[in-house]
C-alpha cells in the first residue's frame, strides 16, 4: 500500500510579481521544501515530509503556512487539503476567501465529496467537453465515474476518455514538482502575540540563526551574506544586511552576524510580530576555502556541531540545540520555527 500523501493548494487573492512570488516560494519552504508555483496567484505544497517535522496535522500546517503569508506579505488566501494535487486544487476552488475545504483522506469520503460536483469542476474539461457529456445525461463527476470506459471513448475519443475517467475516480498521481534550488535561503518566525522583550527577540534570531546554519550543512552550501527583516505590529518592518566573514556554514558564525544586526536596530520598545533571517551569496560548500587555524577551541566546536547534526537527523530538531534555547517552553517565542532541511 503506497503512504499516503497530503497536498495543500494556495490560492493567493492576489497576483504578487515574478521577484514577490520567488520570495513567497522562499517564505513558504520554511513549511516544506516540496511547492510548486503556478503563477499567478498559486502555489502547491507536499506537506507529506513536513508532518513529523512539525508534529502537527496537515491541517495546521495549512494553517501556519497562510499565516506566514498574511503576517509577512498582507496576502490573503483560500485553500485546499487532499491526497494528491487535483482535489486539492478543487478543494481550493471551492473554499470562500480566508477559508481551507479539506478533502477526506478515505476512498468512501473522496467519493462522496467529489461524486457530486458538477463535471465542469474537473480540471481538463471546458464547455465543449461538459456540453458533449452533457448530451448524454452525464453532468456530475460521479455519472461520468460510473460510465463504461467504452461508452466515454465513443463520446469523446480514447485518449480524452481515459483520461476523465481517472479524474473523475479522484485519482492523480502527480507529484509536486519543486522549482531549480534558489539562491538564498529563508526561515522565519511568526509570533501569536505582540513582543516586546529584548530576551525574546535574542531568542528568536538565535534559533533562526541556528536552523539556517542545520540546513547549510544538510544541503552542502556556504553563505556569504545574511539579512534580517523584524516586522511590527503596525505591518511595517525592518531590513538590515551584513557579510558574514567568510563564506560559511558554521552556525556560531552565522549567529553572531545575526545578533550583531539584530542588537544594531535597538528593539528595547518595539512591539514586533515576526522575524525573517534570510541567506545569500550561497555556494557548493565542498568548493568554499576554510581559514586554517591553530586555535583546537575552533576544532572542537565543529565536532560538536557535527555531533549535534548527527543526533537531529537521528532524534529529530530538539535532540540538540544552544544552551539558550533550552528552558522552559512558556519562556520562548511563540509560533511556529522554520523548517531546517530539504530531506
Known amino acids: 500500500m503506497?503512504?499516503?500523501?497530503y497536498i495543500a493548494h494556495l490560492h493567493l487573492h492576489a497576483e504578487p510579481d515574478e521577484e514577490q512570488l520567488a520570495d513567497i516560494l522562499e517564505l513558504l519552504s520554511g513549511v516544506t521544501p516540496r511547492l510548486q508555483a503556478f503563477?499567478?496567484?498559486?502555489?502547491?505544497?507536499?506537506?507529506?515530509?513536513?508532518?513529523?517535522?512539525?508534529?502537527?496535522?496537515?491541517?495546521?500546517?495549512?494553517?501556519?503556512?497562510r499565516m506566514r503569508l498574511t503576517a509577512?506579505?498582507?496576502?490573503?488566501t483560500s485553500a485546499g487539503l487532499a491526497g494528491n494535487r487535483m482535489l486539492a486544487a478543487?478543494?481550493?476552488a471551492a473554499s470562500p476567501p480566508g477559508g481551507t475545504t479539506r478533502v477526506p483522506a478515505d476512498r468512501a469520503g473522496v467519493e462522496a465529496w467529489l461524486y457530486p460536483r458538477?463535471?465542469?469542476?474537473?480540471?481538463?474539461?471546458?464547455?465543449?467537453?461538459?456540453?458533449?457529456?452533457g448530451r448524454y445525461g452525464l453532468h456530475t463527476v460521479g455519472q461520468v465515474a460510473a460510465t463504461p470506459a467504452a461508452t466515454l471513448q465513443r463520446i469523446l475519443g480514447a485518449a480524452p476518455a481515459r483520461m476523465l475517467a481517472e479524474r473523475a475516480r479522484g485519482h492523480d498521481p502527480r507529484p509536486v514538482t519543486s522549482a531549480t534550488p534558489a539562491a538564498h535561503m529563508t526561515a522565519d518566525l511568526v509570533l501569536d502575540r505582540d513582543c516586546l522583550d529584548p530576551a525574546q527577540h535574542h531568542r528568536a534570531v538565535l534559533g533562526l540563526a541556528e536552523q539556517l546554519g542545520l540546513r547549510l550543512r544538510a544541503e552542502q552550501q556556504a553563505?556569504?551574506?545574511?539579512?534580517?527583516t523584524v516586522r511590527y505590529a503596525d505591518r511595517t518592518a525592518t531590513t538590515r544586511t551584513g557579510t558574514l566573514p567568510g563564506p560559511t556554514d558554521h552556525s556560531p558564525v552565522v549567529i553572531a552576524a545575526a545578533l550583531g544586526i539584530?542588537?544594531?536596530?535597538?528593539?528595547?520598545?518595539?512591539?514586533?510580530?515576526?522575524y525573517a533571517l534570510r541567506l545569500d551569496d550561497l555556494r557548493p560548500a565542498a568548493r568554499t576555502p576554510r581559514q586554517l587555524t591553530m586555535d583546537?577551541?575552533?576544532?572542537r566546536a565543529r565536532a560538536a556541531e557535527s555531533a549535534g547534526d548527527r543526533a537531529r537527523r537521528r532524534f529529530g530538531p530538539a535532540a540538540a540545540h544552544p544552551a539558550t534555547l533550552a528552558g522552559p517552553r512558556e519562556d520562548r517565542p511563540r509560533g511556529d520555527g522554520p523548517r531546517p532541511d530539504r530531506s
Request: hydrophobic residues 45%; glycine residues 8%; without cysteine.
Open 2 to 5: 503506497s503512504p499516503r500523501r
Open 39 to 65: 503563477p499567478p496567484d498559486a502555489v502547491q505544497l507536499d506537506l507529506t515530509s513536513a508532518l513529523r517535522y512539525f508534529g502537527k496535522d496537515p491541517g495546521e500546517l495549512v494553517q501556519m503556512a
Open 72 to 76: 509577512m506579505y498582507g496576502i490573503e
Open 90 to 92: 478543487m478543494a481550493a
Open 118 to 133: 458538477p463535471v465542469a469542476a474537473l480540471p481538463g474539461v471546458g464547455r465543449a467537453t461538459a456540453t458533449a457529456l
Open 223 to 228: 553563505a556569504g551574506r545574511l539579512t534580517l
Open 262 to 274: 539584530l542588537a544594531s536596530l535597538g528593539l528595547e520598545r518595539a512591539r514586533v510580530r515576526a
Open 296 to 299: 583546537p577551541a575552533d576544532e
